[in-house]
């Protein structure tokens, strides 16, 4: 198995506590990168078909990610069957489609038990000189939420849907063109979240500096609709637009990865609030001996708010995870990340109708994670993790506070789990 699907097995009991189907969907789409030699494995004809099942049942001390006055203890059993199938014919064409259906179940809480159907595709076109990747996915949830969007004891239907399509020419020995377009939909089945959908494009490029470094340069802009799901509230498009330019490649023998610099910006069209920022990007990884790695991931960028059509958001995000091999058999593996997140939100009240409230504010995310996990087998992990999650909320309004569905919370948990999977 690939180190990505060790590092999303350690990170699983957070996603599976938080309410999706997490850490079994973590164990497919790790293994969807790997070689396609698994265990059960059919031809017929030019088409491979996959079938795969991953099975975890964990113990968490806080089900719902609340205070210590509202902590549930449970224990949780994830299934989730699936389908691959795949065309093989030759090395110029890539073409899959994957089905995933998830079933969580939850022992004493039965009321919160969960599902999830996830589909992707992608096609994949190769010649010496032009490369073409087309992919597409589509997933249907119910599940508990953490994180921004947390909201108790209280489960969200969620479907969304993507596609893109990316296309990399190599247009001299040392320079290739890229060119790429996206499209994303998240629909929330709750009126106090906003519907979200985005198209965006990349124009940029790569030209080799030396055989191990590579400048980036990319281009993009875009529009960003967000629909309120009460019909009172009109939808509000936002437009955005940004330039970057950064290295990437083997900085030293032990650190590899990229840095980018650039600006970006985004207006409402009602002309209500706008923001621009200098962006900023970086995603390094260190490789201090053959056992351990170790990752460095920072990010500045606008957006739009989950909750308040008229917001613009600029979050700056850190991210540190390091994994650890210990002993020499495999079979072991210590992991601790750190993640901090601040986000401003944009609030122009001076053009707001008298007397309304100011809903601008700044959030703040901290969520710390340690895990250890024992691997007897390919096919059998049993991980041990603790967990503290930290949102804070804070309103330049206080009466703002009762308006607005977002909330502070603190929580700590502690997971037991063992997840299985072909």
């Given at each position: ?19 999706s189907i ?14 396609v030699?698994?265990w059960?494995r059919?031809?017929?004809?030019k ?5 795969h099942l991953?099975?975890?049942s964990?113990?968490?001390?806080n089900l ?11 224990v949780?059993?994830s299934?989730m069957?699936?389908l691959?199938?795949?065309?093989d ?11 995933r ?7 004493d809480n039965?009321?919160f038990?969960?599902t999830?159907?996830t589909?992707?595709?992608q ?8 490369q073409?990747?087309a ?6 949830t ?5 994180g921004?969007?947390n ?6 239907g969620?479907?969304?849907a ?5 296309a ?12 790429s ?7 929330y089945?709750?009126l ?8 965006e ?9 030396t ?9 993009k ?9 009460q019909?009172?509230?009109p939808?509000v498009?936002s ?11 083997t ?20 002309g209500?609030?706008s923001?621009?920022?200098p962006?900023?990007s970086?995603d390094?990884?260190?490789l ?6 170790v990752v460095l ?8 708010a989950?909750w ?5 958001t ?7 995870q ?7 058999t495999?079979r072991w ?6 993640k901090f997140?601040?986000g401003?939100?944009q609030?122009d009240?001076?053009?707001?109708p008298a ?7 700044s959030d ?12 007897p087998?390919a ?6 993790s603790?967990?503290?999650d930290r949102?804070?909320?804070n309103f330049?309004?206080?009466?703002a506070a009762?308006?607005v ?17 072909f």
């Amino acid at each position: 198995m690939t180190q990505d699907r060790t590092t999303l097995q350690l990170l699983a009991p957070w996603v599976a506590v938080a309410g999706s189907i997490g850490l079994a969907a973590a164990s497919v789409q790790a293994r969807a990168q790997d070689p396609v030699a698994p265990w059960l494995r059919y031809n017929v004809g030019k088409v491979v078909i996959l079938p795969h099942l991953d099975v975890a049942s964990l113990y968490t001390d806080n089900l719902f990610s609340l205070g210590s006055g509202l902590r549930f203890s449970d224990v949780i059993t994830s299934v989730m069957p699936g389908l691959r199938l795949k065309w093989d014919e030759n090395a110029q064409v890539d073409a899959s489609v994957n089905y995933r259906h998830g079933e969580m179940l939850i022992w004493d809480n039965s009321d919160f038990n969960s599902t999830s159907d996830t589909i992707d595709a992608q096609l994949g076109y190769s010649t010496p000189k032009l490369q073409v990747r087309a992919t597409a996915t589509y997933s249907d949830t119910l599940a508990l939420q953490g994180g921004q969007l947390n909201l108790g004891r209280q489960l969200l239907g969620t479907k969304r849907a993507g596609g893109q399509v990316r296309a990399v020419y190599d247009w001299t020995p040392k320079t290739d063109l890229i060119g790429s377009i996206r499209y994303d939909l998240s629909d929330y089945d709750s009126l106090f979240l906003l519907d979200q959908q985005q198209l965006e494009g990349h124009m940029g490029g790569t030209h080799e500096l030396t055989s191990k470094l590579r400048l980036t340069f990319d281009g993009k802009g875009g529009w960003t609709q967000v629909t309120p799901n009460q019909l009172l509230q009109p939808s509000v498009n936002s437009l955005f637009y940004g330039a970057l330019v950064g290295v990437r490649g083997t900085f030293t023998p032990k650190l590899t990865g990229s840095v980018k610099l650039g600006y970006e910006a985004r207006d409402l069209e009602s002309g209500l609030v706008s923001a621009s920022t200098p962006a900023f990007s970086v995603d390094v990884t260190y490789l201090p001996n053959l056992m351990t790695q170790v990752v460095l991931a920072y990010d500045r960028s606008t957006g739009v708010a989950p909750w308040i059509a008229s917001q613009i958001t600029v979050t700056d995000t850190v991210r540190l995870q390091a994994n650890k091999a210990i002993g020499t058999t495999g079979r072991w593996i210590g992991s601790g990340s750190a993640k901090f997140a601040l986000g401003e939100f944009q609030w122009d009240a001076t053009k707001a109708p008298a007397g309304s409230l100011d809903l601008g504010r700044s959030d703040q995310m901290l969520g710390l994670e340690l895990a250890l996990q024992y691997k007897p087998q390919a096919w059998l992990a049993c991980t041990a993790s603790y967990s503290h999650d930290r949102y804070e909320v804070n309103f330049d309004d206080p009466r703002a506070a009762t308006a607005v569905l977002a909330r502070s919370y603190h929580a700590n948990r502690v997971t037991l789990m063992v997840s299985l999977g072909f």
